[in-house]
């Protein structure tokens, strides 16, 4: 599976933007899919994971209600609409992917071994 991060760039405190993760493979429409990001030095950090119906997403504190995770299993894309966004959002946003697991778990430690990550796309929110 190979994962592919858009629709990066600056706003301003308060505004929205949306990013695009393209995947290929035929097994997308099975995947546990999820968000990371990455701001300049610190630690990588999850923001949010949807299973593979759309039936079940987790967010991160930081971002749950401002943040929305979706999918679209026949354009083989995962979505991240952010909204009210901050400075501490400033950050390279990572696509990752993870085959199916049997029950859909709310510990964001377990994402950080998820299978399959993008190249990430910046995100800059200017004050």
């Known amino acids: 599976v190979q994962l592919q991060a858009s629709g990066g760039g600056l706003v301003q405190a308060g505004g929205s933007l949306g990013l695009s993760c393209a995947a290929s493979?035929?097994?997308?429409?099975?995947?546990?899919m999820g968000w990371f990001r990455q701001a300049p030095g610190k630690e990588r950090e999850f923001v949010a994971v949807?299973?593979?119906?759309?039936?079940?997403?987790y967010y991160a504190d930081s971002v749950r209600g401002r943040f929305t995770i979706s999918r679209d299993n026949a354009k083989n894309t995962v979505y991240l609409q952010m909204n009210s966004l901050k400075p501490e959002d400033t950050a390279v946003y990572y696509c990752?992917?993870?085959?199916?697991?049997?029950?859909?778990?709310?510990?964001?430690?377990?994402?950080?071994?998820?299978?399959?990550w993008g190249k990430g796309t910046q995100v800059t929110v200017s004050s």
């Open positions: 949807i299973s593979w119906n759309s039936g079940n997403t």
């Open positions: 990752t992917a993870d085959p199916p697991s049997p029950e859909f778990t709310t510990t964001p430690g377990y994402y950080f071994g998820m299978a399959y």
């Open positions: 493979g035929r097994t997308f429409s099975i995947l546990t």
